[in-house]
């Protein structure tokens, strides 16, 4: 199977061109390809193909090969990769993905993608939506309790399930514990995935991720976008862009209110290409 490995924030996937690739049980490969020691390396595996829908279609596995409904850091990719493959020549494309069409704008330099902008839709803030069993229309600033000790989340859909936590000196916690139980906790019947936020300044935050079927990663781009409107919520920032300091890089959000649409931009990196034996 021909693969291009890329990379947004250090969000790490295995692209295939489902153009010209058949890959017949996506989520057991994702299994293979993401393995660190046997495979390729990455948090999973992302398919682009034709759709009827939109100008492509992206299907994203998880490690776990599990399949996602979205992913911010991997979509960013998927317009680098039609761009600079030839697949497209445009600057603005629709990408299908499990949570509907999103619009990117690619900026280029030298003729190759570089930054990606995404409308990633709107931020759904209702509890069964999400969903979360809470008796209340948001679980904004809800307290949960985990191994004795209690927290305060806000839970925020972007098409796949967040709960944004706020804490002091993020650095120090231990995701590997803490976040499997906030991902299979009961109040999150689909598992959740769970942001650690902590406060720099009122237009920027720091942000570690426990992602449900991949556990810790470098960044998480749909996990950026809630963490950046629960901040807005919370009143941790102001309203207006946010920077949101990932352990990979740096994304900026810009939640538009009125509208309830969320934007993402950030980089978008090719690291190799290659073939693998399945």
């Known amino acids: 199977?021909?693969?291009?490995?890329?990379?947004?924030?250090?969000?790490?996937?295995?692209?295939?061109?489902?153009?010209?690739?058949?890959?017949?049980?996506?989520?057991?490969?994702?299994?293979i390809v993401s393995d660190r020691h046997f495979g390729i390396g990455s948090d999973g595996l992302i398919?682009?193909?034709?759709?009827?829908?939109?100008?492509?279609?992206?299907?994203?596995?998880?490690?776990?090969?599990?399949?996602?409904?979205?992913?911010?850091?991997?979509?960013?990719c998927v317009g680098k990769y039609v761009y600079d493959n030839g697949l497209t020549d445009r600057d603005e494309i629709l990408v299908e993905t499990k949570s509907g069409i999103k619009k990117l704008k690619l900026f280029t330099e030298n003729g190759k993608v570089v930054r990606a902008r995404v409308n990633m839709g709107e931020a759904i803030l209702e509890a069964a939506r999400i969903p979360v069993e809470v008796r209340e229309l948001?679980?904004?600033?809800?307290?949960?309790?985990?191994?004795?000790?209690?927290?305060?989340?806000?839970?925020?859909?972007?098409?796949?399930?967040?709960?944004?936590?706020?804490?002091?000196?993020?650095s120090g916690l231990l995701l590997d514990q803490i976040g499997p139980k906030f991902e299979h906790h009961p109040?999150?019947?689909?598992?959740?995935?769970?942001?650690?936020?902590?406060?720099?300044?009122?237009?920027?935050?720091?942000?570690?991720?426990?992602?449900?079927?991949?556990?810790?990663?470098?960044?998480?781009?749909?996990?950026?976008?809630?963490?950046?409107?629960?901040?807005?919520?919370n009143g941790k920032v102001a309203d207006g862009p946010v920077t949101v300091q990932l352990l990979g890089g740096t994304l900026e959000i810009e939640w538009d209110r009125e509208a309830n649409?969320?934007?993402?931009?950030?980089?978008?990196?090719?690291?190799?290409?290659?073939?693998?034996?399945?």
């Open 47 to 76: 398919m682009i193909g034709p759709s009827e829908k939109a100008d492509f279609r992206m299907r994203m596995y998880n490690a776990d090969g599990s399949e996602g409904a979205m992913c911010g850091n991997g979509i960013r």
């Open 138 to 170: 948001q679980a904004v600033n809800m307290p949960i309790t985990i191994d004795g000790q209690e927290w305060h989340f806000t839970a925020v859909s972007m098409g796949n399930p967040h709960a944004v936590v706020f804490a002091d000196h993020i």
């Open 187 to 233: 109040l999150f019947p689909d598992r959740i995935n769970t942001e650690f936020i902590e406060s720099v300044d009122e237009h920027t935050i720091k942000m570690r991720v426990w992602e449900r079927g991949s556990g810790e990663t470098l960044a998480c781009g749909t996990g950026a976008c809630a963490a950046a409107v629960a901040s807005i919520l």
């Open 261 to 278: 649409q969320v934007y993402m931009t950030g980089p978008a990196v090719t690291v190799f290409t290659g073939e693998i034996d399945l």
């Open 1 to 31: 199977m021909k693969f291009t490995k890329m990379h947004g924030c250090g969000n790490d996937y295995v692209y295939v061109n489902g153009f010209e690739e058949t890959v017949d049980h996506p989520g057991e490969v994702a299994k």
